[in-house]
């Protein structure tokens, strides 16, 4: 017991020391997953709306297929990404195997779906006239495309966030591509596995408190969000 | 329908019960990634558990982190590499009966084409400092396992401060993976020979030995109980059996028999029976 108390009491000096190791981590963390994330929307978000507003053959399938990688484990990825970056791989020429890149683009595939098949729910929940009133108001599809993005606009971003707050929670997937080399692509969900191993518990907790208080605050703006999309309502 | 729930509940009771009865005894083997790594284990503990009936659990991770996880009694056993901090385990009173029992070396690999021109060199310490005049990339296991503790110590005869330059890369895992990061990364790096060899062809490394035989590579492993003193719940008599084991005769043998497929044997067993610390 005393050593779980202990741990807590370095823990949080760790946290109000804050050093540059520490911090240095905290934004790769940031930086990693937000790029990815942002990857993931800029291409989920209009193709969602294609797919929501089309008809096309095999749109059920697509849409399946989508909600099923949702839930794409992340070593999988890891493991993929790894047989195709490495230098026996396709794209080992590249070099890009142990790099934050690697981590962006293994991020990239978990956060696609997510964003993808929940943006997708939003804009099929997206009031049916509306999509009328436009057209007969003389809107090209493309303006209509953009008017249901408006109108489901909280439900895209819950669907962002949520997305974000999975790849900020993840370690697999970053572990095996990114190598976890200190100060470069080490970030807190693989430092907290890493120093679990050598038994040093203070900085795996302090990094847990951290990631924490991060998905707490990514978790009142998404409770935010939806307040507000439903009061509009 | 109630009679048949019953029934089945019974069956399902009667099947936890039996299986607790007759379960096998276990022990906790807390080892290195490179021993892991290897395969050592997976030839020689079907040998000792046919022999005794006692299944060995395997935890693999740093030396460090493996005497800790034995001082807080999570494990019976330690077969770990790095004697001063085993023997310093032991005056503490955390292990009890180390014996040493097994040796290999530790080698230097770096690319094929060995940028920094070392080899040829004969000493550690010489290799060391050229890598680091040059600049060249060297991954370090980061982990304070049996192969980072060495790797530090012949930096400290160099009297180069590596951490936090940016030529050193310090990632944090197991032997296997940090081979790995050196071959992406054309870098060079400390492994013990057992991993260098079982991993070279496996994962098609392109890299070469640049410097072995220097003395200061000597690699010891050593075993020791976890106190029963100190951890009343520790399978203390299984944890001796298994070490009686890898000391005795057999077990000595069965290391010995442990080769690559190369034919290369990876371990010499040199336990001296009935000397233990």
């Given at each position: ?233 | ?109 770096g690319p094929t084409n060995d940028p920094a021109a070392i080899k040829g060199t004969k000493s550690a310490t010489e290799a060391f400092k050229k890598i680091r005049e040059g600049g060249y990339l060297f991954v370090s296991r980061g982990d304070r396992s049996g192969t980072h503790t060495k790797e530090l110590s012949l930096w ?122």
């Amino acid at each position: 017991m005393d050593f779980i108390i202990e741990g807590f009491r370095k823990a949080f000096i760790l946290i109000l020391n804050l050093d540059a190791e520490l911090l240095g981590i905290i934004l790769l963390s940031l930086k990693v997953s937000g790029t990815a994330l942002l990857i993931a929307a800029l291409i989920g978000i209009p193709l969602s709306a294609v797919i929501g507003l089309k008809n096309f053959p095999a749109k059920g399938f697509i849409i399946s297929l989508m909600n099923t990688f949702m839930g794409l484990p992340p070593v999988v990825v890891g493991l993929f990404i790894f047989m195709l970056l490495s230098r026996a791989g396709p794209f080992g020429f590249m070099e890009l195997l142990y790099t934050p890149s690697a981590m962006i683009i293994a991020q990239t595939i978990l956060a696609f779906p997510i964003v993808a098949s929940l943006c997708h729910s939003a804009i099929v929940g997206v009031n049916p006239i509306i999509k009328q009133a436009s057209m007969t108001l003389g809107a090209t599809p493309f303006q209509v495309a953009i008017t249901i993005i408006k109108e489901a606009r909280y439900g895209i971003m819950s669907g962002v966030i949520a997305a974000l707050g999975r790849l900020m929670a993840e370690v697999g997937a970053i572990l095996i591509v990114g190598g976890n080399i200190a100060g470069y692509t080490r970030v807190m969900t693989t430092t907290i596995a890493m120093e679990t191993g050598k038994g040093d518990f203070e900085l795996a907790l302090a990094l847990g408190i951290i990631l924490l208080t991060i998905s707490l605050f990514i978790n009142a703006v998404l409770y935010f969000i939806q307040k507000k999309g439903i009061v509009k309502k | 329908m109630r009679l048949k729930g019953f029934f089945l509940l019974t069956l399902i009771l009667l099947t936890f019960i039996v299986s607790i009865a007759f379960a096998e005894t276990r022990i906790r083997l807390v080892s290195t990634t490179s021993t892991q790594d290897s395969g050592l284990f997976e030839h020689i503990l079907p040998v000792f558990e046919k022999r005794t009936g006692i299944k060995v659990d395997v935890v693999a991770v740093g030396t460090g982190a493996a005497i800790e996880i034995g001082k807080r009694g999570d494990a019976d056993v330690a077969f770990v590499h790095a004697r001063e901090l085993e023997l310093e385990a032991v005056k503490d009173g955390y292990f009890v009966n180390r014996h040493d029992v097994m040796y290999n070396d530790f080698v230097i690999i770096g690319p094929t084409n060995d940028p920094a021109a070392i080899k040829g060199t004969k000493s550690a310490t010489e290799a060391f400092k050229k890598i680091r005049e040059g600049g060249y990339l060297f991954v370090s296991r980061g982990d304070r396992s049996g192969t980072h503790t060495k790797e530090l110590s012949l930096w400290k005869k160099t009297g180069i401060e590596p951490k936090g330059q940016k030529w050193y890369l310090e990632v944090g895992q197991g032997m296997a993976i940090t081979q790995r990061i050196a071959n992406e990364k054309r870098a060079y790096t400390l492994t013990d020979r057992g991993t260098w060899l079982a991993a070279k062809d496996r994962e098609r490394l392109e890299m070469i030995i640049v410097l072995e035989g220097d003395p200061l590579l000597f690699n010891q492993y050593g075993v020791m109980a976890v106190n029963p003193q100190k951890h009343k719940h520790i399978k203390y008599k299984e944890a001796m059996g298994f070490i009686n084991w890898l000391i005795s005769k057999e077990g000595q043998h069965t290391i010995a028999s442990f080769k690559d497929k190369h034919g290369n044997q990876l371990f010499m067993p040199n336990a001296k029976t009935g000397n233990g610390q």
